[in-house]
């Protein structure tokens, strides 16, 4: 359960936290790719385009979430949380900041794209108000098994 726990807008003093979460959390799916999930450069581009907002979990950087407020219809993802704190339900928590940061950017929508391989995720997301919604390529060379991203939309 969450004991002490605060979100705010990452900063330049998180990328070394925010590369150990997301890279250590993604490490699931190292099944059908290979390498990190996320360079320092792939960083730099997100926090170019969006926005990271941070857990805290009793003062300690416990997970991330990536944010872009594009209207109509914002967008998040590398949801990612430290696995010594899962199961607390910082992820909920941090699909809740995103969702709030969209509707108050003036979105109607918001949504992810998850990958059809981790089959866990589409009942996680649909718990929580997302339906699937499309399809599109996941382009990467770091992939060694073919796959595509489920579009899954949540309306604000």
């Known amino acids: 359960m969450l004991r002490s726990t605060s979100i705010r807008k990452a900063n330049d003093t998180d990328v070394d936290d925010l590369l150990r979460v997301i890279n250590d959390a993604f490490i699931v799916e190292q099944f059908f790719t290979r390498g990190p999930r996320l360079t320092r450069t792939a960083l730099d581009s997100y926090r170019a385009r969006g926005n990271f907002l941070i857990a805290e979990d009793d003062g300690a950087f416990a997970g991330c979430v990536f944010?872009?407020?594009?209207?109509?219809?914002?967008?998040?993802?590398?949801?990612?949380?430290?696995?010594?704190?899962?199961?607390?339900?910082?992820?909920?928590?941090?699909?809740?900041?995103?969702?709030?940061?969209?509707?108050?950017?003036?979105?109607?929508?918001?949504?992810?794209?998850?990958?059809?391989l981790r089959t866990e995720l589409p009942p996680f997301y649909g718990s929580r108000g997302y339906a699937e919604t499309g399809v599109e390529s996941f382009e990467s060379s770091n992939v060694t098994l073919p796959c595509h991203f489920i579009v899954m939309t949540k309306p604000l």
């Open 67 to 116: 944010v872009d407020p594009t209207i109509p219809s914002g967008y998040f993802g590398l949801l990612s949380v430290d696995r010594t704190r899962q199961g607390r339900g910082l992820g909920s928590a941090l699909v809740s900041a995103a969702e709030d940061w969209c509707r108050h950017a003036g979105c109607s929508s918001i949504h992810i794209h998850v990958v059809n």
